[in-house]
């Protein structure tokens, strides 16, 4: 047991460093239910009771996984309940995941409104993170993805193409699985390359996307210890794919564990790179939604996303 990155403290430096937020609007389970399996949403909302029915203490984490001839199954108990719906040990269910996953959703759906209505730009302090989490499963402390989400409640109000590029540390594997065999979402995604890092089996640069989603899937795997010179030129380059989509909407799940003193992360890059990352995105002149992913060097997490921010800040005059 280690202690969990992924803590309160992470949203007080947010707040501090970009001061009052709006409240979220609640818009209901049916987006949730437009990209995640409905006996998922339902065990998410009951795991921790059936849990504590079964006669465990604490929180409910998973110890076995189907992770070979995965089919579906009617399974009853708990224990196995959790392997079915999860891919790691490190996202356990606690007695408040349901009600801090379907709240995080609804801030980046209530981000999502102010674009759509002005076509700017909004910025979604979610904890927990969602990149990591799939149509059925939960792992790399995500619940509910809430980029996808994002995304496909803008498809449904109308846009044509939505194109989503990940900067955060870790492969977005959750958000690729949920598109991966459609063309109206351009997944993109540059990340610690999968074979030295977490998740490992998602991410290489030879996953590209299936039958109508062939193409539209971009990866750009990275060595530890990336700088920001090999960081930046690799942006460029996602820029581009993004811009040669032609999309409606950019959505940016923003992690700042790439900085240089993330505890669990490896790559080398410093505070004031994120403006220049913030500006290099901004320069796209997309109406862009950025949904807070990851980023545990709580002392500066703050600061980091405030440098990033100002990159849109600079674009805007």
């Given at each position: ?12 430096s ?7 937020p ?5 818009h ?22 059936e849990w ?5 203490e ?7 996984f ?13 224990d ?6 999860a891919?790691?040990?490190?996202t356990p269910v ?23 209505d ?5 910025f979604?302090?979610?904890?927990p ?20 989400i ?8 109308g ?20 598109f ?7 997944t ?35 060595p ?19 811009t ?8 940016v799940?923003y ?9 669990i992360?490896?790559?080398k ?17 997309l ?31």
């Amino acid at each position: 047991m280690v202690p969990y990155a992924e803590k309160p403290e992470r949203v007080e430096s947010l707040l501090n460093a970009v001061g009052s937020p709006i409240a979220a609007r609640d818009h209901g389970l049916a987006p949730l239910l437009d990209v995640h399996d409905a006996g998922y949403i339902a065990f998410l909302q009951s795991a921790h009771d059936e849990w504590r029915s079964a006669g465990r203490e604490g929180d409910a984490f998973p110890y076995v996984f189907p992770a070979r001839g995965r089919r579906p199954l009617d399974l009853e108990r708990i224990d196995a309940r959790l392997g079915q719906y999860a891919y790691d040990c490190g996202t356990p269910v606690t007695q408040h995941t349901w009600e801090a996953a379907y709240w995080n959703v609804q801030t980046a759906l209530t981000a999502l409104d102010a674009v759509m209505d002005t076509s700017r730009n909004s910025f979604a302090l979610c904890r927990p993170p969602g990149h990591h989490s799939g149509k059925d499963y939960m792992g790399g402390y995500c619940y509910l993805n809430n980029v996808a989400i994002a995304a496909q409640a803008a498809l449904k109000q109308g846009a044509q193409r939505v194109a989503i590029l990940d900067v955060d540390y870790h492969h977005g594997n959750g958000t690729q699985d949920i598109f991966y065999d459609r063309g109206d979402v351009l997944t993109i995604s540059i990340h610690a390359d999968p074979k030295t890092d977490y998740p490992f089996y998602w991410g290489h640069a030879d996953e590209t996307g299936s039958g109508p989603g062939s193409g539209y899937n971009v990866n750009y795997p990275l060595p530890r210890g990336t700088e920001w010179n090999t960081y930046s030129a690799t942006l460029q380059h996602a820029c581009e794919a993004a811009t040669a989509f032609k999309p409606d909407l950019l959505i940016v799940p923003y992690g700042a564990d790439t900085f240089e003193r993330d505890p669990i992360s490896h790559f080398k890059l410093k505070t004031n790179n994120y403006r220049d990352m913030g500006n290099a995105i901004a320069a796209l002149s997309l109406p862009t939604l950025v949904c807070m992913e990851g980023g545990y060097a709580v002392d500066a997490l703050g600061t980091n996303l405030a440098s990033f921010l100002s990159g849109f800040t600079d674009q805007d005059g």
